[in-house]
């Protein structure tokens, strides 16, 4: 019997995935044990320095991130209050399976939660968005209609961008 590929699966896998590229960047790296954290899931650490990373993995091109928060089409509105939720030390961590083969590395960006949310709100000409998207063209009917939704280079999980983060502490 084949088992279908859940939610949970999906965060176990980014979670080791984003865990295992931290420590091959030689990077002390602390796993929560037991109930998570409502903030963040790693906590990777050099020297004096440290980041609470907050792990986010998707099989489907695309993170949703504020739909609980979301309360008349406000989209604005939820991006801030799902702002003020992360303090100054997380880092995410996006983890994409979506067409990556079991032989490939899937993959990984990082951004500060200032950075997100500030790509959600430019999301769909700037109306804003719950979700945020490794890269999606609107159709034409959507508000978005003609734009292509896309994170940024700079977000790629390397060596430059982690030292970027950690600079910024």
């Not at 980014?14 to 865990?19: I, Q, V």
């Not at 739909?67 to 992360?86: P, V």
């Not at 959600?120 to 508000?143: C, F, M």
């Amino acid at each position: 019997m084949k088992k279908k590929t859940t939610s949970w699966h999906v965060a176990v896998a980014a979670e080791a995935l984003a865990a295992a590229q931290f420590a091959r960047c030689r990077f002390d790296v602390s796993i929560q044990y037991g109930a998570n954290q409502p903030e963040y899931d790693l906590i990777v650490a050099r020297d004096d320095q440290m980041l609470k990373v907050s792990v986010k993995g998707s099989r489907d091109g695309s993170w949703g991130l504020t739909q609980s928060l979301l309360k008349e089409a406000n989209y604005h509105g939820a991006i801030d209050t799902w702002l003020e939720r992360h303090g100054s030390l997380t880092v995410f961590c996006f983890v994409q399976f979506d067409g990556v083969d079991l032989l490939e590395m899937p993959r990984l960006y990082l951004a500060r939660p200032g950075e997100v949310a500030e790509r959600l709100r430019a999301t769909a000409k700037g109306r804003g968005d719950s979700i945020l998207y490794e890269e999606h063209s609107w159709g034409p009917r959507a508000v978005g209609a003609g734009t292509v939704e896309r994170i940024p280079a700079e977000w790629r999980f390397t060596m430059a961008r982690i030292e970027e983060l950690f600079a910024e502490e």
